[in-house]
């Protein structure tokens, strides 16, 4: 009877069974879609900060940029490159001249390395390393050689024709007495080859040589990001110059999510980094490893109190560090998504016990003669819940194909977001080639025509990750659990409206 | 039989109370027929539904004794032993006919079977045995929308009897028919009366179907008065 039943109610009373389910559909449809999409952006923060981070690093430890900057210490102090008078090479009438600087990078403070012992005594801390992050920059530049003729004033000797004192110079870049500047800068990361298991490169994937070795400690040998050697045409067995000094190149690596960039273009042991950049003992990250996820809040305590000055963040702390499209889409799922599903998911709830209980208000009649006959409340009560319970089953499956339909047109658009992480690790691109060197007819006397310099691009660590909604079981189970609270919810309020009603309304004249 | 003693219905409107059923006393043996007249809100169906169990009275008491249930004092049982006693002993026919409408009419005879169990088979099997008897074997499958008034009126007969109960409760039940189907009708009750011994008690404005009755009721302003 009771199947029967349900199934001529669902079936003779169309119009209301639809409404109900559509609003079910609608909401459990979008449910699955924020759900599904927040975790893919959810995945692809954790790859971003992954591919910058490393794998398994749970806490960072830094050091802010005390607020006023001494000047010349490198930090934020603007980039000086002095040339004496017997720097650069001349010839051939052009005066070739360049010079590394190898500093800390921007927005980066060092501090002791002694620190990392102080985070490796705490607690549960399974394991740490350091890392130095420098910035490696190359003013380099060509100009004409200045000589005697060219630099004399036209009317200090006698020149009766008035010729020779216009004589247009020559040399430099562009053979006219031009000039030519370029500013090339890249970051260079030091770390200890013994402590890889954590940190920077423990996330990386390596696609040619091998990766720095613990025997690598005061060796001149680098691993480069792979994207930055294909930008700057180098490759294993090549050389890369980093403060002047020549590295030979044993590896090269690429992140593991494909299209990301790397922590730093070039990656060398921690001891060379600290000498050639005159920071003896000193390191600017220390990345943390927890024993158990349980843990990374008490770890993070305690390394607060242990180095005071330190800026110690979580991955959650990180999460927010991600910028670009990718963040945007985060706040606007975690915002606009969550709200928006639980507004539709509300209504369609209460679209459901209305429905409901107009339906048994409607049926008054019929209910009060199905208690005259002899029909328990019990009886009744499952009749009106199971129809509910059903039309939100309905709602519920009807659901679920709309919002796996919906994420499959996410998964086919693919939509591409950019993302940076801009904290402490913030990668410089190459500086762009040189510019200028157009100044082709320079003026009479001093000679040197126009010069320019090339800008010199600097650009966060930009990676562009395909957005990927994926289906797990738990979405599916949620999106049911929902379907049926929302049918037993109006079944249980319908319910308990119709057990009220009394037998008597049976007999009640025909309204 | 039922033996009502002194029974009072008083009805609570606010500040306004409705006396319904006023010191009602009556007793009416098994196997009788008996119509209940009277004006418009003199308390026919209120009378009714404390004899059907589906109320319970303000005071006095109603007392009903079967074969198989004994006595039963109706006016101080729980709601679900009167729903027990309703589902066993008491057939209601209504003057809306109260069928539900996306069941079919064997669908709807099945429902006065459902709260006694018994397997689905048997249940087909009594509720197309049923619609046999009101003449409505060819119309198992119909829908009450697909039935005339005289024919959804034998369904609601066929579910009311379908269960064999005791007490057969009519209100009005020729109300809603024209003249020729109040007499099919009335013919139909009779006859199933007389065949199955029940107590059959019905609620009429029509002394067409009281002059039937062995006994005649007349209650107004809620006193019952006896017709000779
Ligand atoms: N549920 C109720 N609440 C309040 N008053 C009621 C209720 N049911 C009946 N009454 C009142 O009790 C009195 C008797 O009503 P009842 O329905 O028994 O009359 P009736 O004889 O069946 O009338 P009709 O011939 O119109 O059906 C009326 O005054 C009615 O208004
Ligand atoms: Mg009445």
């Given amino acids: ?511 | 039989m039922y033996q009502l003693t002194n029974v009072t219905k008083k009805y609570d409107q606010g500040k306004r109370s409705v006396t319904a059923l006023q010191d009602v006393t009556v007793s009416i043996p098994d196997g009788q027929m008996v119509a209940i007249q009277g004006p418009t809100g003199g308390g026919k169906s209120t009378l009714l539904q404390m004899l059907g169990a589906l109320d319970r009275p303000s005071s006095g008491s109603v007392l009903l004794e079967t074969e198989h249930l004994g006595s039963s004092n109706l006016s101080s049982l729980g709601d679900s032993q009167l729903g027990r006693i309703r589902a066993t002993e008491i057939g209601f026919v209504f003057q809306g006919f109260n069928l539900i409408p996306t069941l079919t009419a064997q669908e709807n005879v099945e429902t006065a079977l459902a709260p006694l169990g018994g397997t689905n088979a048997a249940r087909r099997e009594r509720s197309a045995a049923a619609l046999e008897a009101v003449g409505l074997g060819d119309r198992l499958g119909h829908l009450p929308a697909e039935l005339s008034g005289g024919q959804q009126q034998r369904v609601a007969i066929a579910r009311a009897l379908v269960k064999d109960p005791t007490v057969l409760l009519a209100d009005e039940p020729t109300g809603n028919l024209d003249e020729e189907t109040r007499d099919e009708i009335m013919d139909l009750l009779e006859g199933l009366w007389r065949a199955q011994g029940l107590t059959l008690i019905v609620v009429t404005h029509d002394s067409a179907v009281a002059r039937r009755a062995q006994r005649r009721l007349h209650i107004k302003a809620g006193r019952l008065t006896e017709l000779a």
Avoid: C, H
Wanted: hydrophobic letters at 45%; glycine letters at 14%.
């Fill in chain 1, 1 to 511: 009877m009771f199947y029967t039943y349900l199934r001529r109610e669902l079936a003779g009373r169309r119009k209301q069974t639809a409404i109900v389910a559509i609003g079910m559909a609608l909401a459990i449809a979008l449910v699955i879609i924020v759900n599904s999409v927040s975790s893919g952006v959810q995945l692809a923060q954790a790859s971003v900060l992954e591919s910058v981070y490393g794998v398994g690093t749970d806490i960072t430890v830094s050091q802010a940029p005390a607020a006023a900057a001494t000047p010349g210490t490198g930090n934020g102090a603007p980039q000086r490159f002095d040339f004496g008078s017997a720097d650069g090479a001349a010839a051939d009438g052009t005066t070739t001249i360049s010079r590394s600087r190898l500093t800390a990078e921007r927005g980066t403070e060092t501090f002791a390395s002694t620190g990392l012992d102080s985070v490796r005594a705490v607690p549960n801390v399974s394991a740490a390393a350091a890392t130095l992050l420098l910035s490696n920059s190359t003013f380099s530049g060509a100009l004409p050689t200045r000589s005697q003729g060219a630099t004399r004033p036209s009317t200090g000797q006698g020149a009766p024709s008035g010729q020779s004192a216009e004589t247009p110079p020559t040399g430099g870049p562009d053979g006219a007495g031009g000039s030519s500047f370029s500013v090339d800068s890249f970051t260079v990361l030091g770390l200890n080859p013994a402590d890889a298991a954590v940190g920077p490169l423990s996330a990386v994937t390596l696609t040619a040589g091998r990766s720095l070795a613990s025997t690598d400690a005061g060796a001149n040998v680098a691993v480069l990001d792979a994207s930055y050697a294909t930008t700057a045409s180098l490759a294993v067995g090549g050389t890369v110059v980093i403060a002047g000094t020549d590295f030979s190149i044993v590896g090269l690596v690429s992140a593991a999510t494909a299209d990301s960039a790397t922590a730093a273009n070039v990656y060398i042991p921690l001891d060379v980094a600290q000498s050639l950049a005159a920071l003896p003992g000193q390191v600017s990250n220390i990345y943390v490893q927890a024993a158990s996820s349980t843990d990374i809040n008490q770890v993070q305590a305690d390394i607060r109190t242990a180095l005071p000055a330190a800026t110690v963040k979580t991955q959650a702390d990180l999460a927010s560090s991600v910028s670009g499209s990718l963040a945007s889409a985060s706040s606007l799922v975690s915002n606009l998504g969550l709200w928006l599903s639980l507004i539709v998911l509300a209504a369609a709830f209460l679209i459901a016990i209305l429905f409901t209980i107009s339906g048994v208000t409607r049926r008054t009649r019929e209910f009060g003669t199905l208690k005259a006959i002899g029909w328990s409340n019990g009886r009744i009560v499952r009749q009106v819940g199971g129809e509910s319970l059903v039309q939100g089953l309905i709602g519920g499956v009807v659901g679920i194909a709309v919002g796996l339909a919906g994420i499959l047109v996410i998964n086919i658009i693919a939509p591409t977001l950019t993302a940076g992480a801009s904290t402490a690790v913030q990668a410089v691109g190459r500086g762009a080639g040189a510019a200028g060197g157009a100044g082709g007819a320079g003026g009479a006397g001093f000679g040197p025509g126009g010069g320019g310099f090339g800008a010199a691009t600097q650009a966060a660590t930009q990676s562009n990750i395909v957005l990927t909604a994926p289906v797990t079981v738990s979405v599916i189970l949620i999106a049911v659990g929902l379907a049926v609270l929302g049918g037993l919810l109006a079944g249980v309020i319908g319910g308990w409206r119709a057990s009220r009603l009394r037998p008597a309304e049976a007999l009640r004249s025909i309204a």
